[in-house]
T-cell receptor, first 111, second 116 residues
Framework: SQQGEEDPQALSIQEGENATMNCSYK?????LQWYRQNSGRGLVHLIL?????REKHSGRLRVTLDTSKKSSSLLITASRAADTASYFC???????????FGTGTQLKVEL | GAVVSQHPSWVICKSGTSVKIECRSL??????MFWYRQFPKQSLMLMAT?????????EQGVEKDKFLINHASLTLSTLTVTSAHPEDSSFYIC????????????FGPGTRLTVL
């Protein structure tokens, strides 16, 4: 399987704390994307980082990419209860627009 | 961003029946759409790539005769689960890629299928 691994599988934090999720993948990539999924819903695109980029920010999100280690991290700062969801990394390789998803991290932010 | 819809949101059916799920791009055209399957607390697994005007491309291990895909127009793809059985119960999600060239995808809200 080419599926990436994410850790932790589950994470529970208090509102206001930072949440960090890690993703490792197996093949060379063109880009890596992070998606959020609320329970029983579709996925929402959060951020994309290209293989020639090392860090990217979007609002409270910070993504890093280390292609030498085939890994990426997603940091959510000052978390809110509304951030409670599952987070997936996804890698795009070559053409055809196909994505390979990681195993996901279930984040719970408690009040 | 672009909007992708799915219908129905959920369906319960008896074993042996066929179920059709629709995926529509509402404000853009999609020559390609993707169908995923997701079991509880698991990741998305790509089932097939739906191509407008040609046959779908199935991932290894996915039965093409079991999961029929038809890309009828530039805004509609359908997945039909034929002779459904309880093990087909799952969350089915479709997506369509953006035209940005970065393969960012827009996802539908998903369809929960329960086969009794």
């Amino acid at each position: 399987s080419q599926q990436g691994e994410e850790d932790p599988q589950a994470l529970s934090i208090q509102e206001g704390e930072n949440a960090t999720m890690n993703c490792s993948y197996k093949t060379s990539i063109n880009n890596l994307q992070w998606y959020r999924q609320n329970s029983g819903r579709g996925l929402v695109h959060l951020i994309l980082i290209r293989s020639n980029e090392r860090e990217k920010h979007s609002g409270r999100l910070r993504v890093t990419l280390d292609t030498s280690k085939k890994s990426s991290s997603l940091l959510i700062t000052a978390s809110r209860a509304a951030d409670t969801a599952s987070y997936f990394c996804a890698t795009g390789t070559g053409g055809g627009n196909k994505l390979t998803f990681g195993t996901g991290t279930q984040l719970k932010v408690e009040l | 961003g672009a909007v992708v819809s799915q219908h129905p949101s959920w369906v319960i059916c008896k074993s042996g029946t066929s179920v059709k799920i629709e995926c529509r791009s509402l404000d853009f055209q999609a020559t390609t759409m993707f169908w995923y399957r997701q079991f509880p607390k698991q990741s998305l697994m790509l089932m097939a790539t739906s191509n407008e005007g040609s046959k779908a491309t199935y991932e290894q291990g996915v039965e093409k005769d079991k999961f029929l895909i038809n890309h009828a127009s530039l805004t509609l793809s359908t997945l039909t689960v034929t002779s459904a059985h309880p093990e087909d119960s799952s969350f089915y999600i479709c997506s369509a890629p953006s035209d940005s060239g970065d393969n960012e995808q827009f996802f539908g809200p998903g369809t929960r299928l329960t086969v009794l």
